[in-house]
């Protein structure tokens, strides 16, 4: 999403740099607009290099791009923190004297604002006014709490927390979503089949793949279960900056089994993106194995078939479920890809198979994929490339494509 955060000239500006954090790591495109009373509390370069876009405060810079309303025009969502009294006045006002006052007047996006000031300003009868006409306008206010003021006093006046703030922004946004109210359980990562205390066998399945759809289906206005096995390095940070998003891990396909089982109880959609051992050690020895390998240099490993997790599923699932499965294939050729894919897809029972191609330098760690979506019909749906947040939003499309085609 687009998201501009406005920051007007209160100390609870240092505050507002956890916000644009926030937002940054669950994925959107944040562009903050201080006034020129906010950079005396936080500098540009602090905003520039948070928010990873470059920051103007005035109405004059980048005159050829129409900066002054294209903020407003792009914006999906504008958020105002801290909005001071001074700030929530011209704003009822509709002064448009700088930067962030033409942006608020350009915009038809929603607009969240998190008051801060002291109480006694807070109180007056014109600031009270003065949020009443913004909230008569649709403007949705966030706080202002009840807590410790800068000056040592207590009262209401405090800016709300920036977890806070940003859950209520998104969840505005996310009301109107063609996900909302909706319960989703996404798997993600690559289980891990133990052998020994130390060792076990794994795949090379990074799980961003899987947390890229459990994001979008938040920001589309879902409840997100994400069940992750094992991911590389910050791949859960998006998910776990989403308030919509609840992310419990697991290792074992075993594990994933039990977690998925119970949460798919309530779900409307289960979209199986972990790449799930076909095979587990048959029994795990409780010690270090050592290296008494056989005269002929061998040792052997008895393997032993994982339940079909996904099959399990389908054979138990809920009236109005809609089911999704992955199917990780290394085959170059389209068209042999594709049969592949239509033969699991029916094998598997699955509302939508989302066929991903794999190989030593694709799919697997990499930023980028290409999805081939099958429907029930075994219709290829979307032939998604580019992100792997891009891909994701191509899947949700087709998911909610195949629910009202019932
Ligand atoms: O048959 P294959 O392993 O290619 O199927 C992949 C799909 O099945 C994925 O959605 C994966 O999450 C799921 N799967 C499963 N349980 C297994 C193996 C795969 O649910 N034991």
Same mark, same amino acid.
Not at 72 to 79: E, K, N, P, R, T
């Given at each position: 999403m687009f998201i501009v955060v406005g920051v007007t000239g209160g100390i609870a500006a240092y505050k507002s740099v956890q916000i644009v954090r926030l937002l940054v790591l669950a994925g959107h495109d944040v562009h903050v607009i201080p006034t020129d009373d906010a950079l005396r509390f936080v500098g540009l370069t602090t905003w520039e290099a948070i928010s990873r876009n470059p920051v103007t405060t005035s109405v004059?810079?980048?005159?050829p791009t129409v900066r002054h309303v294209a903020l407003g025009q792009s914006a999906d969502l504008v958020i105002v923190a801290p909005a001071t009294a001074d700030f929530l006045a011209k704003q009822a006002a509709g002064l448009a004297g700088d930067l962030l006052g033409t942006t608020l007047l350009a915009t038809t996006a929603p607009v969240v604002v998190a008051p801060a000031m002291h109480t006694e300003m807070w109180n007056h009868p014109a600031t009270q006014h003065n949020t009443g006409v913004l909230r008569e306008r649709g403007v949705h206010v966030v706080g202002p709490a009840d807590g410790a003021l800068t000056g040592g006093d207590s009262g209401p006046g405090r800016m709300s927390e920036p977890e806070q703030i940003v859950a209520a922004a998104l969840a505005v946004v996310d009301a109107a #979503?063609?996900? +909302?109210g909706m319960r989703v359980v996404v798997t993600a990562g690559g289980t891990r089949e133990p052998i020994d205390p130390v060792r076990y066998l794994g795949n090379r399945s990074s799980g961003r793949q899987g947390v890229a759809v459990a994001v979008s289906a938040a920001q589309r206005g879902a409840e997100v279960d994400l069940i992750a096995a094992h991911t590389e390095g910050d791949a859960l940070e998006g998910a776990r900056a989403h308030p919509r998003v609840r992310v419990s891990q697991v290792s074992s396909a075993e594990d994933l089994q039990a977690a998925v089982s119970a949460a798919a109880e309530a779900a409307d959609v289960v979209v199986m993106a972990a790449a799930v051992a076909d095979y587990r050690v048959d029994a795990v020895s409780e010690h270090k194995l050592t290296k008494d390998t056989s005269p002929d240099g061998t040792r052997t490993l008895t393997l032993v078939e994982n339940p079909d997790i996904l099959a399990g599923l389908v054979a138990s699932r809920r009236g109005g479920q809609t089911i999704v499965g992955f199917a990780a294939e290394t085959e170059p050729d389209r068209a042999t890809l594709l049969e592949r894919g239509r033969a699991k897809r029916r094998r598997k029972g699955v509302d939508l198979l989302a066929v991903n191609t794999v190989g030593w330098t694709r #799919?697997?760690?990499? +930023?980028e994929n290409t999805l081939y979506l099958l429907n029930a019909a075994d219709d290829v749906v979307a032939e998604a490339s580019g992100t792997k947040h891009s891909v994701a939003d191509a899947l949700w499309d087709a998911v909610v494509a195949a629910r009202s085609a019932r």
């Amino acid at each position: 999403m687009f998201i501009v955060v406005g920051v007007t000239g209160g100390i609870a500006a240092y505050k507002s740099v956890q916000i644009v954090r926030l937002l940054v790591l669950a994925g959107h495109d944040v562009h903050v607009i201080p006034t020129d009373d906010a950079l005396r509390f936080v500098g540009l370069t602090t905003w520039e290099a948070i928010s990873r876009n470059p920051v103007t405060t005035s109405v004059h810079d980048d005159v050829p791009t129409v900066r002054h309303v294209a903020l407003g025009q792009s914006a999906d969502l504008v958020i105002v923190a801290p909005a001071t009294a001074d700030f929530l006045a011209k704003q009822a006002a509709g002064l448009a004297g700088d930067l962030l006052g033409t942006t608020l007047l350009a915009t038809t996006a929603p607009v969240v604002v998190a008051p801060a000031m002291h109480t006694e300003m807070w109180n007056h009868p014109a600031t009270q006014h003065n949020t009443g006409v913004l909230r008569e306008r649709g403007v949705h206010v966030v706080g202002p709490a009840d807590g410790a003021l800068t000056g040592g006093d207590s009262g209401p006046g405090r800016m709300s927390e920036p977890e806070q703030i940003v859950a209520a922004a998104l969840a505005v946004v996310d009301a109107a #979503g063609d996900l +909302a109210g909706m319960r989703v359980v996404v798997t993600a990562g690559g289980t891990r089949e133990p052998i020994d205390p130390v060792r076990y066998l794994g795949n090379r399945s990074s799980g961003r793949q899987g947390v890229a759809v459990a994001v979008s289906a938040a920001q589309r206005g879902a409840e997100v279960d994400l069940i992750a096995a094992h991911t590389e390095g910050d791949a859960l940070e998006g998910a776990r900056a989403h308030p919509r998003v609840r992310v419990s891990q697991v290792s074992s396909a075993e594990d994933l089994q039990a977690a998925v089982s119970a949460a798919a109880e309530a779900a409307d959609v289960v979209v199986m993106a972990a790449a799930v051992a076909d095979y587990r050690v048959d029994a795990v020895s409780e010690h270090k194995l050592t290296k008494d390998t056989s005269p002929d240099g061998t040792r052997t490993l008895t393997l032993v078939e994982n339940p079909d997790i996904l099959a399990g599923l389908v054979a138990s699932r809920r009236g109005g479920q809609t089911i999704v499965g992955f199917a990780a294939e290394t085959e170059p050729d389209r068209a042999t890809l594709l049969e592949r894919g239509r033969a699991k897809r029916r094998r598997k029972g699955v509302d939508l198979l989302a066929v991903n191609t794999v190989g030593w330098t694709r #799919g697997f760690e990499t +930023a980028e994929n290409t999805l081939y979506l099958l429907n029930a019909a075994d219709d290829v749906v979307a032939e998604a490339s580019g992100t792997k947040h891009s891909v994701a939003d191509a899947l949700w499309d087709a998911v909610v494509a195949a629910r009202s085609a019932r």
